[in-house]
Structure formats: structure tokens, C-alpha cells
């Protein structure tokens, strides 16, 4: 019995692999999307309408000093988002004009979710794309496709910012690098640890080239 059970779970295994190549190599071939388009729908966009909300905790670590976390919970349905940080809860409900005092959680929850889903920005937000080209990824020195991403000069909590992007044949993002406006700052991290959560694929881990600097998400869960 313990064989037979043990066939059916690697049977069921070997089915949604493939069900899952067969999804990226549709995404790969379809005409009708752009390559930001596929690059989102690789990361499950299409499954973000059934979603009602995300929790996920952000965490910087430099060094082996735990220096940011923060826990989130997201209730998309009513864009009404909550942060622990410190033992202090605070919420707010994310809307076009905000009080003074619910600017600071806005700036961080801005900055958090758009590392948790960079992918899904590509469709959401107002950004500039390059052209895409080969090139030589910063940490990996692996060649990768590259897409340019910039933002207003005006706007937003950082506007002028831009990032390279590096991506697979899969159209799932390895690595990027950060660039601040005034040109002073360059930042490339490592896009790894992917998980799938029913469909959401999220890298929960991001490095520099030294491992001195984590980002990375845990207590991810997400509800339809």
C-alpha cells in the first residue's frame, strides 16, 4: 500500500512538471505578448485577480545583522494593508490621497511588495522598457537577456530610479541591478529561491555578489 501511494504521488509529481513546461513554453511562443507581458505571466499574473490577500514578512540582513523586518498583511480585495514592525501593528487602506502620518507605512509597503512582485510592476506601473539585448549578468557573468526599466522623473517615492533586468529563456528574472537617479548608486542583487505559491512564483531570496547583503521573504502565504 505504502509503494503504491508512494507511485501516485510521484505520478502526480511528473504530471504537474510537465503541465508546468508545457505553461512556459505557451508563455515562450505567444506572439501576442510582449516580453514584459511574459515575463509577468511566467510569474502567474493571471492568478493575482482570484488572490485576497498576501502576508509576507521583508527581511534585510547586512553582515549577519538582521537590519529590517517587517511583517505585512495585505488584504487585496480592500487594499486595506497592515505592518508589524517592533511589536507595533499600524494600517491603512491604500487609496490616491494619504494623511501625513500613513505616508510612512505607504513608502515601506511600496518598497516591500515591489520586491515581493517585481514581475507584476512590468503590467502595472507606468515604466519605460528598453529594447531587450544579450548581455553579461553582474554576479553570475552568465549571458542573459537584459531589459532596461525607468521611471518618471517625477513622482512616486523614487522617482528617476532605474533597473537593469537579466532574465532566462523561461523569462524568469536572475538577477538585476538597481540604479539611482542621481547615478551615484548601483546595486545588483541575485533573483533566487523561487517559490510557487498556487501559481505565484515569488524569489524569496536576493543577494549581492559577496553575500554581505540579503533581502529575502519569509512567512509567505497566500489566500484566493
Same mark, same amino acid.
Given at each position: 500500500? +505504502? ?8 505520478? *502526480?509529481?511528473?504530471?504537474?512538471? &510537465?503541465? %508546468?513546461?508545457?505553461?512556459? %513554453? ?10 514584459? %507581458?511574459?515575463?509577468?505571466?511566467? &510569474? ?5 485577480? @482570484? ?7 521583508? &527581511? ?5 545583522? *538582521?537590519?529590517?523586518? +517587517? ?11 497592515? *505592518? ?23 513608502? +515601506? ?26 548581455? !553579461?549578468?553582474?554576479? @553570475? ?33 536572475? %538577477?538585476?541591478?538597481? !540604479?539611482?537617479?542621481?547615478? !551615484?548608486?548601483?546595486?545588483? @542583487? ?24 540579503? *533581502?529575502?521573504? @519569509? ?6
Amino acid at each position: 500500500m +505504502r509503494k503504491l501511494i508512494t507511485l501516485i504521488m510521484l505520478s *502526480l509529481a511528473i504530471i504537474s512538471c &510537465n503541465q %508546468e513546461k508545457k505553461k512556459k %513554453e505557451e508563455v515562450a511562443k505567444d506572439p501576442n505578448l510582449e516580453v514584459h %507581458e511574459k515575463i509577468a505571466m511566467a &510569474n502567474g499574473f493571471e492568478k493575482f485577480d @482570484s488572490i485576497s490577500q498576501i502576508k509576507f514578512t521583508f &527581511n534585510v540582513k547586512v553582515n549577519d545583522s *538582521l537590519r529590517a523586518q +517587517r511583517r505585512w498583511v495585505w488584504n487585496t480585495t480592500t487594499d486595506k494593508i497592515s *505592518l508589524t514592525e517592533k511589536d507595533s501593528t499600524m494600517s491603512y487602506t491604500k487609496k490616491d490621497s494619504l494623511a501625513e502620518d500613513k505616508k510612512y507605512i505607504d513608502r +515601506r509597503f511600496v518598497n516591500d511588495s515591489y520586491w515581493l512582485l517585481f514581475p507584476y510592476q512590468l503590467k502595472w506601473s507606468d515604466a519605460k522598457l528598453s529594447e531587450v539585448k544579450k548581455a !553579461k549578468a553582474p554576479i @553570475s557573468e552568465k549571458e542573459m537577456s537584459m531589459m532596461t526599466v525607468s521611471y518618471p522623473s517625477e513622482g512616486g517615492y523614487t522617482p528617476g530610479d532605474s533597473y537593469d533586468i537579466y532574465f532566462d529563456d523561461d523569462y524568469m528574472i536572475r %538577477e538585476w541591478v538597481y !540604479k539611482s537617479s542621481d547615478g !551615484k548608486r548601483e546595486s545588483p @542583487s541575485t533573483w533566487e529561491d523561487y517559490k510557487d505559491f498556487d501559481g505565484i512564483k515569488i524569489a524569496t531570496m536576493h543577494k549581492s555578489k559577496d553575500g554581505s547583503f540579503e *533581502l529575502y521573504f @519569509s512567512d509567505v502565504s497566500i489566500e484566493e
